[in-house]
């Protein structure tokens, strides 16, 4: 079993930055794929960025330019960082991570077997 946990997240002001944080722990090693989706109140879980075990990234349309994924060197945390944050950001953010991806298909939460249990971020405009 994996548990993925986040952290990071808070309110600020639009224009501001956030970085978040995604910890790994359990078992880990065919851990694959990683993820960041974010959940606004009556909308979908939607993908924000991906990184694959090849160090392959997506990113959805509305944050390319503003947000980067990335992991530390041993690969047990994955991070978000957050630049021009718009109100429109404000959502919870999960982790998620699964044993594989395919990037070129536009991937959504049903792909990922494991989720943190999200932390909230709030743009204020």
């Known amino acids: 079993q994996t548990q993925l946990v986040e952290s990071g997240g808070g309110s600020v002001q639009a224009g501001g930055s956030l970085r978040l944080s995604c910890a790994a722990s359990?078992?880990?090693?065919?851990?694959?794929?990683r993820a960041w989706f974010r959940q606004a109140p009556g909308k979908e879980r939607e993908e924000v960025a991906t990184?694959?075990?090849?160090?392959?990234?997506t990113y959805g349309d509305s944050v390319k330019g503003r947000f980067t994924i990335s992991r530390d060197n041993g690969e047990n945390t994955l991070s978000l960082e957050m630049t021009s944050l718009k109100p429109e950001d404000t959502a919870m953010y999960y982790c998620?991570?699964?044993?594989?991806?395919?990037?070129?298909?536009?991937?959504?939460?049903?792909?990922?077997?494991?989720w943190g249990q999200g932390t909230q971020v709030t743009v204020a405009s």
């Open positions: 998620a991570a699964d044993s594989w991806c395919d990037l070129s298909s536009g991937l959504q939460s049903r792909d990922f077997a494991y």
């Open positions: 990184l694959d075990g090849d160090g392959a990234t």
């Open positions: 359990g078992y880990t090693y065919s851990i694959y794929c």
